[in-house]
């Protein structure tokens, strides 16, 4: 059963009122919010100086962004509405009652708010011991108006009488990046790419949000974790493509050759985008590196198959056969058949080992699948691309030469070095 379908197995199993789901992996999601805060795949987070702002901005993005294909659910935090009880100590008679500050928010703190007076140890563990009034005795404002404060004569005198009590809005909680207020949209999507969701959103919320002078939108979640891959793998594949020309000059001793094998490599790609369609996979950093082995897989065909052609190639020039297009013809389809049988073996052995990943189920093979799927279909059109493109390039790059360099060698030499291969 993949994520998705446990997804929405979970979503028909629980339903509540006014809640949204929101499915992901426990340890994933303990990376996320150590790292973004936001454990869903794309979050937003709106920053500036005013929480009344910010909460009103993240209740029209929210509702903007619930409209936007691949949307499975879109929630953004309450930063206001969050009611909290206001004492407003009446200086003037608790100076009566020989009472200070102190005294009366001390009352406040542990009788309704509670506080710490001891802990309990019990082996290795400590437990703190809690002292406040039971909840039936501060439940509501007119039972809070009747808690008592000692007073140093050793009267007791309620507390409605020392101070106002009042129930006032405020924020809930308040976060804060880079030195900003902030507020959080956690957006959870399904059917899309995180990429191509974001780039829309990002569209929709300029078209129809205005954002005021001194706030800003930054977008978050697995999506930002994309764009820092991106920068870095613009120059992680470069450089790798790079590195594996450099290794196939240092091999051939030939810039010819070595363009020649990678002008192999864009046929790999074919068959690695054409499987990655088929299998529904976006593409994702597990892609990308898919792709970058597979690379390098098509690269050590294409080796061999070159190597097979210059052997035939030099063998033919060494016999003095080298005289005609036909010659060369004939020798390139010899060193292509002899490369048949090595070159499937190779493939073949690869595909061996990935299969079992193409068709595992169990913990991460989810990410496995993707590394997989390009060298699995890449390795199979590059085989049967490779054995058709690069004779034929080969070809044409020697006929060119072959004008340059033809070399007549005499028939009783040729026969004895023909005697002599056939010999060993």
Known sequence: MTINELADDLN??????????AWTMPIKTRIDMLSTGIKTPVGIKLMGPDLDVLSKLGAEIEAVVRDIPGTLSAYSERVTGGNYLDFHIDRTQIAR???????????????????NITYTVEGLERYPVNLRYNRELRDNIEKLKRVLVSTPTGGQVPLAQLAQIAIKKGAPSIKSENSR?????????????VGSYVRNAIRVVDEQID???GYSIVWSGQYEYMEKARKTLNIIVPATLLVIFILLYIHFQSVTEAAIVMASLPFALVGGIWLIYILGYHVS??????????????AETGVVMLVYLDETYARYQSYGRMKSSSDLRAAIIEGAVERVRPKLMTVATTLIGLLPVMYGSEAGSQVMKRIAAPMVGGLVSSTVLTLIIIPVIYDFWKRWELKKTIVTIPEQEIQSKEEAYEGD
């Open 97 to 115: 009652y020989g009472l200070t500050i102190s005294d009366v928010q001390q009352v406040i703190m542990t009788a309704i708010g509670g506080s």
């Open 211 to 213: 954002i005021p002078q």
């Open 285 to 298: 950093v597990a892609v990308v590196v898919g792709f970058i082995a597979l690379a390098g897989l098509a």
């Open 181 to 193: 207020q902030t507020a959080w949209i956690y957006v959870d999507i399904k059917g899309v790419d």
């Open 12 to 21: 028909q199993a629980i339903q509540f009122p006014g809640l949204t789901n």
